[in-house]
């Protein structure tokens, strides 16, 4: 077998095959024995044809076909292994040339894993951001307690911002009314900026049982192509007005919101819980930042057959949120302000960006040989089957081998970020 190989673009390659009368040979014997197997020759039992009493049944250009088929299959892979290639797909395969007994020549292109050159991955440059806990932070979560604990009272007088109202609506664009812009009953805190400018303080100073309508323009920017920018009329029916009484956040709030002794314990552990939260966060967006700046130091290629498959699976992880919600993917990024191209191309830059930091990772896990031992992944497989022990469906495909490669993969990845952390401290 010779070879030799042509470079279609940095993830891909092209291989010209050619085989010679021997390699055609053991091609054709094995062609021989299982077309044997598949004819029926008077005098034997199916599958029991002697291979020179079959060869005078089985027509020419069968066998002859078979063995190309044959010759082809067992060659292709180690045609690419043999020049350092690993293609990611099954390839292509185009025959240029074939003389049954003689000579057979074939092209076979196909995605790679490509060659990746890692940049310097211990001078990254990149900083970690410092842990700031602001008293407003703290004060933030203060307030959201004190509402959990708010009361509400019916009460008889107009609307003010921090009332519940309840209300019925309908949003009516041109005269007839729109998908969405309909409820009743609906509970809405005024002033919470939950609807679009205009609504919530339009209902301040109207009194229970009032109807009336609200004449408002959709913001340019509004996620609902049809209604952006539009001018449109909501029919309001206030039913209902509930003055929401917040306790004072003090020592006796501090009480009711666990085993603390005073506004000071829970305000000292507000702070402890928001800068473990903080402090995970930054963790999380630094080891980003640095497999962002050693995809940048170093030359790697992303195959479109990875860039694909990363594409489906953000398109999986939408469509499965916009289910959740009711809506088609069409809807669901349509309300996000987004048409399907510029999706597509938003997807196709994260999903490039994704491949590269995974194939520098790999590589970095190689050069500096980090591994999982067998016994953390099967730790971690017990770990999940606890986790899952109510979902059967999950329980076996945890036994799969793919799943298991799957899962110590993504720990020798994780591994490899702790790795690049350290080295960049």
């Not at 003090?250 to 402890?272: H, S, T």
Request: include cysteine; charged fraction near 35%.
């Amino acid at each position: 077998m010779k070879t030799k190989v042509k470079k279609v673009s940095d993830a891909r390659t092209e291989i010209t095959v050619t085989l010679d009368a021997k390699d055609l040979k053991a091609a054709s014997e094995k062609a021989l024995e299982k077309l044997a197997k598949e004819i029926h020759v008077e005098g034997f039992r199916k599958g029991k044809v002697p291979t020179e009493v079959a060869k005078k049944f089985i027509p020419e250009n069968d066998l002859n076909a078979e063995t190309a088929d044959i010759a082809v299959r067992t060659t292709i892979m180690a045609a690419f292994a043999e020049n350092s290639k690993q293609p990611l797909v099954v390839p292509n395969v185009n025959i240029t040339k074939y003389v049954p007994g003689e000579t057979l020549e074939y092209s076979a292109a196909a995605d790679i894993l490509p060659e990746v050159k890692l940049g310097d991955y211990k001078k990254l440059g990149v900083k970690k951001a410092e842990v700031k806990i602001a008293e407003k932070d703290i004060q933030g979560v203060l307030e959201n307690l004190a509402s959990s604990f708010a009361e509400k009272k019916v009460t008889k007088r107009a609307a003010k911002l921090t009332d519940e109202v309840v209300i019925d609506f309908t949003g009516k664009k041109d005269g007839k009314a729109f998908d969405g812009g309909s409820a009743k009953d609906y509970k809405l805190t005024l002033g919470s900026k939950t609807f679009i400018p205009g609504f919530e303080e339009g209902i301040v100073d109207h009194e229970p049982g009032d109807k009336f309508e609200l004449e408002l323009t959709f913001p340019k920017d509004y996620g609902v192509k049809d209604l952006a920018g539009k001018k449109t009329v909501f029919e309001v029916l206030l039913k209902q007005v509930n003055e929401v009484v917040k306790p004072e956040i003090n020592d006796d709030l501090a009480k009711k919101c666990g085993p603390f002794k005073d506004l000071k314990a829970l305000k000292d552990d507000i702070k402890k819980n928001l800068t473990a939260q903080t402090e995970h966060q930054n963790l999380e967006n630094y080891k980003n930042d640095l497999v962002e700046a050693l995809v940048k130091k170093s030359t790697v290629a992303a195959p479109e057959i990875l860039i694909d498959d990363q594409m489906r699976m953000l398109k999986d992880d939408v469509a499965r949120n916009a289910a959740s919600m009711g809506l088609s993917f069409e809807d669901y990024i349509e309300r996000a302000g987004e048409t399907k191209e510029s999706w597509e191309k938003k997807a196709r830059e994260v999903s490039e960006q994704r491949v590269k930091g995974s194939l520098v990772l790999q590589n970095l896990a190689l050069a500096e040989k980090i591994t999982v031992s067998d016994d953390l992944v099967a730790a971690k497989i017990a770990e999940l089957k606890d986790v899952y022990k109510n979902s059967p469906e999950a329980i076996k495909s945890l036994k799969d081998p793919n799943v298991k490669m799957d899962i110590k993969n993504r720990m020798v990845i994780e591994k490899t970020l702790d790795y690049l952390v350290k080295v960049n401290k």
